[in-house]
Structure formats: structure tokens, C-alpha cells
């Protein structure tokens, strides 16, 4: 006999986690203790070497459903302790008790045949949940996590579901959301002037019913409302789009399973087991080829947004009627997502046709996730339900400061850290719109308060005017914190490096749309060199006058005009060329910008595959939608040296495109051309900063890279030359995951240095 002890690190907090230890060591007859930690918690057992190690062996494998285990070390051999049973200690830290929460996580597979089994006590319950699965971060109103604090506080358990709560061998031991019929949550259904008709199964029937007449429906969900209509019938999408004031952007839709996925998209393995995980994001999948054009209606590209069912309202929703539906959130012209029964039905008024309506509130607004799947994992697009609040691990140093970072503006985010863990936050939106930025504001607080932080500095974009910048000059104001302004794209390539662990210095490729530089001008088009302490700027690509300024962002024609023009190319074919000239040669109001994001806008305009943008990136989503797929010729195109950058002229290649077109060749064969120019140019890029700094890893970041195209071919083509290649994995690689970047420099220079971000074991 001897003594192990163990330490288990990640969420093994608020999870199930204890009962299933307790479980476990009863099983393996063992006896001793086991208490939280900071990090996790902390196991300590009498037994024989052999039993200790198999049951170290078993953890992993048997864990609850929503643990999430970094790490375990055991260390065997000690003194036995002579323990007489097996008790759970009261934490050490209690300052740290309970600090990690679980996000929103889909019906599991108990519940879901509980659901649907007759004569179940909650056969056809809407709210039913344990402690493998259901609503966590939407529900909790403050910190420690238990029912009290939650909107369950609102529905006393009855005899029974109380007594499943306290038995240790019962799946709702200590689960807090936990309710049935008689005790829980109800489902209503309202009619467009939001008066109550139904309530409970029948509340569901008429729901359905509403859908089946070719009707919209709002429909609650965990972290806000949706819009629900049936998804077939392109005149009924178009209605929703003539409400909803959304000419073009796609609609995501939910397919009851991946079969019926199946039918609309091409599915991978890889892409199933996203699909079909417990955070149910909306994955991004290729439209089947036959089916592109008769789709159009929810996605003018060639992709369709899909998501599986996750709560147990969605299931009863779809009953046997439906394969699929449309689900696009319920918001108003860019203001944040509605969560509330009352202002559901005030703002969705002459929207909704009716309301499926539940009386659990929601707490916190959280948007759907959105993904691609990449390899075997998420990209993200849009991390958020189901992922949020989640840790991104970031460094093993437990004693770092924490910091606050604001994000940028336009895809908002903020991100606190706390010892070797980041929390960003969920999708927020454009803090442009007041609501939002109240939302923004609110979060922090609320992110501040359930993980008890309290930033010692706080980091922010160099951009003057974002709102963002203008938020984290007043905290440090008002609570005397350093300000660690951080260049834009220096944040990107921070945020990749985070995002995989890296520490010392890459090579960074960073395309987006926009991003102010530190010589003044716009830039987004940048291959960078350094690490989190600083960068240098080594290549770009040829500044674009954007007439207008902003507006050259929607009136893509302003820049086709700009790129034919310095190409040498007949502007006639746009329509305002004679005005365009005049503003140019004005001056006024025409910065100078190296996006990328821009490029690709004016390309698509030249190539008249889009010349007026609903959206922003509009143009870029239909370049590379029209691309054909196994086209590899490449157009002409310079790199040249200038002040010290190696810049992408890209004057040769418009030229090239514009003679393409008039000689008939297809849009989709010149659109794939230009992409891949653009990845022999990075190639060439990348190709010259190794010589120059011996560098040879290369981290993509940046909005640009939310393309397929270009991030199927791009890591490849750079792998091929002997590069080691990052992508994000864990955050977007759009402005949503700048946050994260900005706290890892703020980190750095904070700590003077001694940040470091790579996985010491
Ligand atoms: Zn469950
Ligand atoms: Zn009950
Ligand atoms: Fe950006």
C-alpha cells in the first residue's frame, strides 16, 4: 500500500466532476480525499500502485461530459495516510471556488430519449437537462454557480426533482438547471400582437402549425430569439428578407439531423462529428452542386450555414413535419440580438407572425457560433454559444497579471485573462450601434464579476476613434491602469501566435479589411516579422486610394475605378467614372489603404461580379464563390521594393484581368486566377523575410482568411516550401479575435518580458 496524489487541471469545476470521482474511487474501492484547486482539483488516495495507476488511466475516459481535462499529474509511492473513507475537502483558495463556467451545451442523448419516451415523467418537456447537458452561461446571473443564482431560482423543485439532485447515483446529482412538467419552465405560444394562445404541448402544435401555413415564427432559444420559417420555398424567405430589412446576407438553417443535412450540403465525416457535437455551431458547408442555384434564396454563394438542433424546443418544434428550417437571429438592423419575452414582441412586430415563448429568461444575449471546419476542428468565424466562457489557455504561468483588452470595433470583442487563461467574450456585433456598445460595456462587467477579475491593465486598438479605444482610455482614467495601445495587425499576428502557443518571433501574413497603421495610413495587406513585443513591416501591398473614404467600402466601383485606372485600363464601363475622377483628383477625402479586404472588393467590381456591396466583404464572399475550383494558372504581377517594404503591385495583374474579360474568359476561371496569385505572391513574400530574418514559421490572421479558397490552398502551398504554418484554432481570425492578441502583447510588456505563451510540458 502507498499514497498517490493527483492533480487533475481544467474545468473540473461546477461539471460533475466530484460525484464522478466519488464514483469512480468507490468502484475501485479505494478511500481518501479529493478538494478544489486554482487549477482544478486536487485527488489524494491509499491504495496499490497498480489500482492507483488504473484509475488515473480511467479519468479521461470516463468523465463527465462537459469536464474538460488539460492535464493530470500523479505522483505515487508517498506514505500512506491511513484514510478511513472518502471525504471531499473544503477548498483551500476559496477565492477560486467554483470560478469556471460551462457554456450552453445541446440536449445530450439521455435526455433526448427521456424526451421522447411515453410515459417518461418528462416525456415531451421542453426544459428537460442534467448535469451532462443544457443551458449554463445564458441562465447564470452571478458567481457561485448554483440555482439560487440563476433564472431557475424562479421554479422551486418538487419532491422528486429535488430527491434526483441529492442521489449520487442519479444523472441530475447537483445538476442546478435541472426541472420537470410539474416544477419548471412552461413553453407559450403568443400571437403577433404577442397575447398568450397556448401553452405547453399544445403552445409547440401551434407553433408548428403556424410554420406548416408558410408563416414566421420566433422562437426562443438559449442565448436570444430566432426567426424561424420554413426553409423550401424561396417565396417565404424572400417575405422574412422583405421584413427583416436583409436584402442578401445568407440565412443559416436547422437540419433536424445530418442526413437531412445531407440533402442540402455535402457533409464530411469531419464536418458531421462539428456538426452533430454538443455546442452545435452553425457549420458552414459547400451546397450540393445540383441543388446551388435552386438554394439561392438562403445563400447567394455556395455555401449554406447549417445547424442541428439544440435545445429540446427545437426538437419538439420539428416534430415529424419539418427536415429543415430557416434560423436566423431576431435582430434589428445590427442591434443586438433580442432575448426578452416583452421586447421580442414589441420590436418583432409586423416581423413575427407568432411567438414560441418560454418563461425561463435568458441572462446573457449569446449569438450563435459560426464555423468552417478545417482538418479535423473548427475555424471560427464567430465563436460564441457554446463555446463562451470558455478558457483560451494561453500560457501554464498561474501568476501572471490580469488584463482587460477592448478589441477593435466593427466585430467587437474584449477578452479578460486571468493567470495562464483568456475568457473573450461571445459575439457582440458593431459597437457603432448605441445598444451594442451598452452590451459590450454590460459584458465586461458581467465577465469581470463571474470570474472574479480585476485587470491590472488594459489593452486597446491604436485606432483613435473606436469606440473600444475611447471605453479603455476612460478605465484606465478612472482606475489609474497602464494603456497598452497595440498596433492592429500586431494584434492579429499576437493572436495567432496565442491562439497555438508560440512564443519568440514568426513571420506574419495579415490581411483584413481595414486597420490603422503606425505611420497613419489604413492598412490590411501585411506580412509582418516579430513576436509579442514588437513587429517590424515587411512587406505590403500597393496603397488604393478610396475615394470617398468609407463609402468605398459599399461603392465597390470607386475602387475598380482606382485599380483599372493605375493599371492603364478604359474606366468608361463605370458609371461615375467622370465624378470619380474629379474627387481624385480633388484629394479630398481619398486616404490611401493597403487592405486586402479592398483589393478583393475592387477585383470583384472589375470583374463585375459585384459593384454595389449590401454588406461589407460582400465583394470577397462572391469572388470567392464564383471561383472555379481547379483552375492553377496564375496572372502576371510585381513585387517590388519600396522605402524599405517589399510591396505586391499589383497593377500587372489588373491589367490582366480587365483584358481577360473583354476576350470572353470566364469570371470563375479569372476569379480563381487572382487568388491565386495572391498565394504565390504570399509565398514570395514569406520566401524573402526568411532569407532576410532566417524566420520560418508563418501565422495567418487577419479577416481576409476567412476564404475557403485561400486557406485550402494557401498553408499548403507555404508547407510545400518548407514552412511551418499556423492558422487560428481556438479564435476567429477576423477582428473578433484581436482581443486576444492585444492581452497576449500587453502580457508581454507588462511582465517586461517574462510572458511566455508555449506549453512548458
Ligand atoms: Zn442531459
Ligand atoms: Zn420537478
Ligand atoms: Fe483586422
Redesign the pocket.
Known sequence: MERALIKIHGIVQGVGFRPFIHRLVRDFGLKGTIKNTSSGVELELDGEKEILEKLVREIPHRAPALAVIEAIEAQYGLPCAGFESFTILASKQEAFRNTLISPDICICDDCLREMMTQGDRRYHYPFINCTNCGPRFTIIKDVPYDRAKTSMSAFP??A??DAEYHDIENRRYHAQPD??S???PVAFFADADGKTLSKGEEAIAQARALLCEGKILAVKGLGGMHLACCCDDPAIARELRRRKQRDEKPFAIMCRTVSAAQSYCEVTPEEAAVLSGKRRPIVLLRKKPAREAELKHLSENRMLGVMLPYTPLHYLLFGDEFDALVMTSANLSDTPILYRNEEAVEKLHGIADGFLLHNREIQTRCDDSLCMVLGEGEYFLRRSRGYVPYPVRISDQDTLPSVLACGAEQKASFCLTKGGSAFPCQHIGDLKNFETFEHYQDQIQHFKRLFDIEPQAVACDLHPDYLSGEYAHEVCKEEHLPLYPVQHHHAHLASCMADNRLDGTVIGLIWDGTGLGTDGNIWGGECLTGGYSEFQRFGSLRPISLIGGDRAIMDLDRIAYVLLREAGKNTARIENAGLYQAMLASGLNCPQSSGMGRLFDGVASVLNVKNNASYEGQGAVLLEAAAGENETDVLPFDLTEQAGLLLFDWRKTIASLAEEKEKGTAVGVLAARFMNTLIEMAVLQCKAAREATGLSRVVLSGGSFQNRYMMQRLPQRLQDQKFDVYRHKRVSCNDEGLSLGQAAVALYQLGKGNYVSGSST
Do not use: D, I, K, S
Request: hydrophobic content about 35%.
Open positions: 423543485m418538487c422528486e426533482c426541472a420537470c410539474v416544477c419548471g
